[in-house]
């Protein structure tokens, strides 16, 4: 259970509320090498250099943004390269049913920090790791996105009829056919080709009944007609190759905190968001409104001390 709790509103970010409450719980467990267990939001690197600075460790995802995606996909292609294979750390997990299975697996490398030139700086481990059930779910979730880009690239072109859009222009078809691929982000991962598909139909020049003596002119209709969309394998073994990788960060030693250790840390971890899902599922709480900042604050408190109960 947290030794200290803060209500902040939602507007605000969430970047440095870590360190006061922190603080806080050092005062009252008056104790040194605390494991400071959170999200993406305590990996900020200014929160990570207060933690180490008074000589605790922290364990935290590190978030997709900035220097770190470069060098994620540094960290994965060095997960997945055919020398790796059968090197990494596998780390086993009993479910519920008392079943043992693999929970996931992964390297870990070290590297040093600073917060600024000059400043002090600190050693620490990022775990590149890879887990089976969230590959399974960002597979599952390329394959629905593949799914949505081919119905969507084939409503482009509908076959000739009443009220059935045409592309006419190539130039407006290839703009579609990126829009979509962006949308659904599966951008090369599909081989779409098209075709000219050319209508010539005759009509009489002028009003009335025709005749056989009478002019016609031969009316051209040309539109842009897509006449496949194949899976480009090679691309999509690659990317699913890459889906269910995660790196962590944290100070603390080996011997403090082993990979295994600190992967089945992070996800026992207390998350404030159960919370919140067990108030919606559970107690079914309706919304609630309050206008003073101190009745927001008792009912917040009230309501987590009654889940936690």
Known sequence: MPLATDVWSGERADDGLDRPLLERMEARLNRNALLCVGDGKMSALATRAHVAGRQHFSLS???LTGATAEAMAEWISEGIAPDRDGELEQIFRVNHRG???LAAEGYEVERACCLEAGAATWNERVLVVRSP???AR?????????AHAEHKLAALTPARGRGKRQIRAEATLVEAIDHVLKEQRVDGL???AWEPQLERHTQDVGRGRGSAKRAQRVIENIRSHITCIARQAGPSAALTQRCGWKAFVTNAA????????????YRNAYRIERLFNRLKSRVQIAPLFVTRDDHIEGLTSLLTLGVRV
Do not use: M, N, W, Y
């Open 190 to 192: 599909r081989r779409i």
């Open 138 to 146: 960002q597979t599952a979730g390329l394959e629905k996105r593949l």
């Open 133 to 135: 059930v969230h590959a």
């Open 254 to 265: 080996q011997q403090r905190l082993s990979l295994a250790d600190a992967v089945l840390c």
């Open 61 to 63: 995802p590190l978030p």
């Open 99 to 101: 079943e043992q299975g």
